[in-house]
């Protein structure tokens, strides 16, 4: 794959328009969450569809040099499930230029106030119109959890349904403010992903939280017409319901690091070293550490 660090990051002057205002900025940081205006033209987003379809079907531009032991990949054998499919702007091409559009990285360096943006991760995302998939319920959780080994409290996530995406979907939907909750104590379990702990758990959690921060437990469902997307803070809860429409919800989960963004040690309280996926395919440090600015798998998206 080639580096994309030679790409020139400016904007036209109607891209410019649709960058976050101050007042939006300002309402991130209060809110923990943000939807865009339309970054994406219709052209686009049904590229992304079809170019979803070719990759079920098999296409694939490059495939990983190795698996990860907890990457997301979903293969046909795995049935009617919610499917994920991590590192599909590694693995596709025609994916991967779109994610990569410089308007993308510099609405959210806006709302992170970087200088510089770039993938951290991607994930292909299609939830099957079947109401009683109990995978399509994705439980309540928020990023920064499973990003023990990054140094950056700025992170965030943009959110890109294909389409239309509201609660009938099963659309994202973020706990309001919650990225300004403090945390009840240190239970290291967090790190483990959600797929790994029990749903009633993580409900639990939230709720204690909310009590602990005297806080309101306010549920806002993104509704996103197409081309547009949502951005959430790394520390916002969020989750998403069941789809009970009658077609599938196509999107991806892109992930996001600003410039500072490095590799730290953590281990949990039980002596488990804690990994990320990144860390057995990106190259390493001049200490030998795993580089989270490799181009190969996070290129720069945009830098001021």
């Not at 002057?13 to 205002?21: D, F, I, K, N, V």
Request: aromatic share 10%; glycine share 6%.
């Amino acid at each position: 794959m080639t580096s994309h660090a030679s790409t020139p990051f400016q904007l036209t002057a109607s891209e410019r328009e649709l960058l976050p205002s101050d007042e939006d900025v300002a309402q991130y940081a209060a809110h923990g969450w943000y939807l865009s205006k339309k970054l994406l033209t219709d052209e686009e987003t049904e590229t992304l569809e079809a170019a979803g379809e070719n990759f079920y079907a098999g296409h694939r531009d490059r495939t990983l040099p190795r698996h990860p032991p907890k990457i997301a990949y979903w293969e046909p054998d795995q049935g009617p499930v919610q499917r994920h499919n991590d590192y599909i702007h590694y693995e596709d091409d025609t994916i991967g230029r779109i994610l990569r559009k410089p308007l993308i990285g510099a609405v959210a360096a806006r709302l992170a106030q970087a200088d510089e943006i770039r993938v951290f991760q991607s994930t292909m995302i299609y939830k099957p119109p079947r109401p009683g998939e109990q995978s399509n319920i994705v439980p309540w959780h928020f990023d920064r959890h499973y990003w023990s080994t990054c140094s950056s409290e700025d992170m965030l996530t943009a959110f890109i349904p294909f389409h239309d995406c509201d609660e009938e979907l099963g659309t994202i939907t973020m706990v309001d403010g919650s990225h300004r909750w403090k945390e009840t104590g240190g239970n290291d379990e967090t790190s483990l992903h959600f797929a790994e702990r029990e749903r009633a758990q993580l409900d639990q959690m939230l709720q204690e939280n909310a009590d602990f921060n005297n806080a309101e437990l306010r549920k806002i469902p993104m509704n996103i017409p197409r081309g547009h997307m949502s951005f959430h803070h790394c520390r916002t809860y969020h989750g998403s319901g069941a789809n009970v429409a009658d077609r599938p919800r196509r999107a991806i989960s892109l992930h996001l690091q600003d410039g500072p963004n490095h590799y730290q040690n953590f281990r949990r309280s039980d002596g488990e070293q804690v990994a990320y996926n990144h860390d057995v395919l990106v190259r390493r440090t001049a200490s030998g550490v795993p580089d989270y600015s490799d181009p190969e798998f996070c290129p720069v998206l945009w830098r001021s």
